[in-house]
């Protein structure tokens, strides 16, 4: 097939093709004439919602397999039936600052609240049967827990993390490739696949390092377990509906599921029980995927013209859109000759992206810009378990905020325009982190934690659609993937981050406060989006991609 386009592209330069009757360009946005936000539109959106409510699931679902309680202390069986303050007062140690060892006991346990025998007079020895966890903190057995990840093994849940994280590096890479190359669907497909056979993996595991590798094969699903569906279905509905469906599926589903998800750890008294049930309903995705119609855009991109009219003509009778037979074969002639003279025998890849000045200028800012927010992001989320409140309701009332933050945006985006908002929600996020970094009281701090949160989470979703409305067609997947691929590396970084509050307790908000600055000025240079159809080629992309800050808007009804 490429060898036919390729030679096709050859006798066109050669030979004095006649275009087709009608002018090929009022063609090059599909979308007015199959309908820009019907039935088929809705039902995309539909379908992503699901997606968005699984992603936090994939996102989030680790953290509660690993939690450790605060209060855990050496196991003495002989004190074990006593309550909690019994069996730390006759057998662990106190430190210096009041509190009690984690991993140090009495080689000797007093056998009554009076004894003759001292705290003096006994030794300090390792804990050598186990230990005894908190249940009124974590209700419920992890596998942290279960396994004993504390004292010389507390980092094991660490590392587990960091074989997730990995994992999304080289899943990103790898599916963002197969989205441009392959399609939307067979991402989406082999993504999910990863996540439920690692999930499913996770359940059976018994030591460490069954559990790591578990872990990186659900990271490899972590965002093309929904960017997949969430390109393809900006690819597909009108420049005026773009931010409302970009924003909506993150906004409700996403925020849904991460609400949630602590409770559904709540619910069961294993870890196991509860991985297998976040694990599981991404079968429905992977049915999904087998089940959507691909990206039209994506398959004009690679010459498959007549897989994507038909893909066109089912979408215009689902809108109830009616064209002529005549219409419809103009139509193909055009995506036909547009392929044979720009995208025959090429294959795009991420470093066409760095070819030429400019390209490399916007495709640098992008990846900082993300890699900031990523940073800013999750430091925000970690940022609250230092505040010592119960882990279920902090992390179901933080996630909240995502809700407001995608609502307020279907408002503001295609009204202010992307760059304009992207700069003042990272100041604002900055101001309230920098005055988190100078209260004291306890709940001011928290308050202003969450309102910092609120406006860096608007970041993220105007960076995600920003990035997908800029990238072109023939490398959106991959581009996309490689700029994610950035982000998990920038929050990797995040947990030093907080690691600075044992310096200064205010360091790690006057850290975050010092990044949104820079990310909210460095996007200054980036090309605006606002009320422009999606590039298809580099060199419509190449065109829009100006250094100047103006906004280059397409007529979409040409």
């Given at each position: 097939m490429h060898c036919f386009h390729y030679c096709f592209s050859k006798i066109l330069k050669q030979v004095n093709v006649k275009m087709p009757s009608a002018d090929c360009k009022k063609y090059e946005n599909f979308l007015p004439f199959i309908g820009e936000f019907g039935a088929f539109q809705k039902r995309l959106l539909l379908w992503m919602m699901p997606a968005a409510f699984l992603f936090a699931f994939t996102y989030f679902g680790q953290i509660f397999m690993i939690l450790v309680p605060k209060d855990h202390w050496c196991r003495i069986r002989e004190l074990e039936a006593l309550p909690k303050e019994e069996q730390i007062k006759r057998g662990i140690p106190i430190t210096k600052d009041g509190d009690f060892e984690r991993c140090l006991r009495y080689n000797v346990p007093l056998e009554s609240d009076v004894s003759n025998v001292t705290n003096q007079t006994r030794s300090n020895i390792a804990c050598n049967d186990g230990w005894v966890y908190d249940r009124d903190q974590i209700p419920y057995e992890s596998i942290a827990t279960q396994y004993n990840w504390v004292c010389d093994d507390q980092d094991l849940g660490t590392y587990s993390?960091?074989?997730?994280?990995?994992?999304?590096?080289?899943?990103?890479?790898?599916?963002?490739?197969?989205?441009?190359?392959?399609?939307?669907?067979?991402?989406?497909?082999?993504?999910?696949?990863?996540?439920?056979?690692?999930?499913?993996?996770?359940?059976?595991?018994?030591?460490?390092?069954?559990?790591?590798?578990?872990?990186?094969?659900?990271?490899?699903?972590?965002?093309?377990?929904?960017?997949?569906?969430?390109?393809?279905?900006?690819?597909?509905?009108?420049?005026?509906?773009?931010?409302?469906?970009?924003?909506?599926?993150?906004?409700?589903?996403?925020?849904?599921?991460?609400?949630?998800?602590?409770?559904?750890?709540?619910?069961?008294?294993?870890?196991?029980?509860?991985?297998?049930?976040?694990?599981?309903?991404?079968?429905?995705?992977?049915?999904?995927?087998?089940?959507?119609p691909e990206s039209p855009s994506w398959l004009f991109s690679v010459g498959k013209v007549k897989r994507g009219m038909h893909v066109l003509k089912e979408a215009a009778q689902s809108n109830g859109k009616t064209l002529s037979d005549k219409e419809w074969s103009e139509m193909e002639q055009c995506y036909e000759l547009d392929f044979a003279n720009e995208h025959s025998g090429k294959h795009y890849t991420c470093l066409d992206l760095f070819k030429t000045f400019r390209r490399f200028v916007v495709t640098t800012i992008l990846i900082l810009s993300w890699m900031i927010v990523a940073l800013v992001y999750d430091a925000h989320v970690r940022v609250v378990s230092l505040l010592g409140t119960d882990v279920f309701i902090t992390f179901s009332i933080s996630s909240l905020v995502e809700i407001p933050a995608g609502i307020v945006l279907v408002f503001l985006l295609d009204r202010v325009g992307r760059k304009p908002v992207m700069i003042a929600v990272m100041l604002c996020c900055a101001a309230f982190s920098l005055s988190a970094a100078f209260l004291r009281r306890q709940w001011d701090v928290a308050i202003a934690a969450t309102v910092a949160r609120f406006f860096i989470t608007m970041a993220y979703n105007v960076g995600q659609q920003w990035a997908s409305e800029i990238l072109p067609t023939v490398v959106r997947g991959q581009g996309l993937?490689?700029?994610?691929?950035?982000?998990?590396?920038?929050?990797?970084?995040?947990?030093?981050?907080?690691?600075?509050?044992?310096?200064?307790?205010?360091?790690?908000?006057?850290?975050?406060?010092?990044?949104?600055?820079?990310?909210?000025?460095?996007?200054?240079?980036?090309?605006?989006?606002?009320?422009?159809?999606?590039?298809?080629?580099?060199?419509?992309?190449?065109?829009?991609?100006?250094?100047?800050?103006?906004?280059?808007?397409?007529n979409v009804n040409q």
């Open positions: 993390v960091l074989a997730f994280f990995v994992g999304s590096i080289v899943g990103c890479l790898c599916f963002g490739y197969v989205a441009d190359h392959c399609g939307r669907l067979v991402a989406l497909f082999l993504a999910n696949s990863c996540s439920m056979i690692g999930g499913c993996v996770t359940v059976v595991c018994k030591d460490f390092y069954c559990f790591a590798a578990s872990r990186f094969l659900v990271g490899l699903a972590m965002n093309s377990c929904f960017v997949p569906i969430y390109i393809l279905t900006l690819e597909n509905v009108g420049i005026k509906y773009r931010t409302l469906v970009g924003n909506l599926a993150l906004a409700i589903s996403f925020t849904l599921g991460a609400v949630v998800l602590p409770w559904v750890a709540y619910a069961f008294h294993s870890w196991r029980h509860y991985a297998m049930t976040v694990s599981l309903p991404v079968v429905f995705m992977i049915l999904m995927s087998l089940l959507l993937s490689g700029i994610n691929v950035m982000g998990q590396i920038g929050a990797l970084i995040s947990p030093i981050v907080i690691y600075t509050h044992r310096f200064y307790a205010s360091l790690p908000m006057f850290i975050i406060t010092l990044l949104s600055v820079i990310g909210g000025v460095i996007v200054m240079v980036l090309p605006e989006t606002k009320g422009t159809v999606l590039p298809q080629s580099m060199d419509e992309a190449d065109k829009r991609w100006t250094l100047r800050c103006r906004n280059r808007k397409i």
